[in-house]
């Protein structure tokens, strides 16, 4: 990609007047690339990883499936029973 924008650079300054547009192009792409080389300033973790007396979260286990109850094998019940069931009750004459 810097290739690219040098490249772009360069024929806009041959065409002349229009290179002030990428003239932005070679100071972003070089603090972009020394910031890679950065130290880390914050601190990740409060506590060493390797220390082993470090104080920890206990690890908690919380099923996924805990309310899941099987219902098989369930007998089934009598089709007409159960249509009956959810049918809705006949209205009452006026």
Known sequence: ?????????A?????GGQHFRFNWLLPAFAALALSGCMPVTTQVASADPADPAAK???VGYRSTIAPYTSLRPATPAPWRDRNDAVTPQPKQDR
Do not use: N, P
């Not at 990609?1 to 650079?9: C, D, H, Q, Y």
């Open 1 to 9: 990609m810097l290739a690219l924008s040098w490249a772009k650079s």
């Open 56 to 58: 920890v979260a206990r």
């Open 11 to 15: 024929a806009a300054s041959a065409v």
